[in-house]
């Protein structure tokens, strides 16, 4: 069961973040997307949309907004949706931006939230990605935003709580 993502609260910032959004599946990244932006605006977060082609793309482009002298983001929210077709291709791209992700945040030390969903039906796309309730775009940007609050803290020598 997916939990909601409607009464979650996340600490204020007025710090800048960024998203990367898959244009591939419109009709899922989109609403994703536009969650994403709400929850920051509301947390009075900056931030700034960046749109690639597909999910491949968006570990490249998540690469290039970290490698930036000036303006790095404290987090990257990185948003598509695969949807699993005939052949095991979704599987393949999946894990690669998976571990692209991961790499990147755990180099740079600045955060690439994963929400670049693999499912199988458009029922669970739906659900994930246009429901407002459940709506993964919403629940990167909390992650994010609670994220490099922690982050903060830590670098600042206080605890994570």
Not at 16 to 28: D, H, K
Request: proline share 4%; with cysteine; glycine share 8%.
């Amino acid at each position: 069961m997916l939990k909601s993502t409607r009464r979650r609260t996340s600490p204020h910032s007025g710090g800048r973040f960024a998203i990367v959004c898959s244009q591939y599946n419109p009709e899922y990244t989109q609403p994703m997307c536009k969650a994403a932006e709400a929850v920051l605006a509301a947390a009075g977060a900056r931030f700034e949309v960046v749109s690639v082609p597909g999910a491949f793309e968006i570990p490249v482009a998540a690469a290039a907004l970290l490698a930036r002298k000036s303006g790095k983001p404290e987090a990257v929210l990185c948003l598509g949706l695969i949807l699993q077709g005939e052949t095991n291709h979704a599987d393949h791209v999946g894990e690669a931006v998976t571990r692209a992700l991961m790499d990147l945040s755990v180099r740079t030390g600045i955060p690439c939230i994963h929400e670049v969903l693999t499912v199988r039906t458009r029922e669970q796309a739906e659900k994930r990605c246009v429901d407002e309730d459940t709506n993964r775009g919403a629940e990167a940007a909390h992650t994010g935003l609670r994220l490099a609050a922690t982050l903060k803290s830590l670098r600042r020598g206080a605890g994570g709580r």
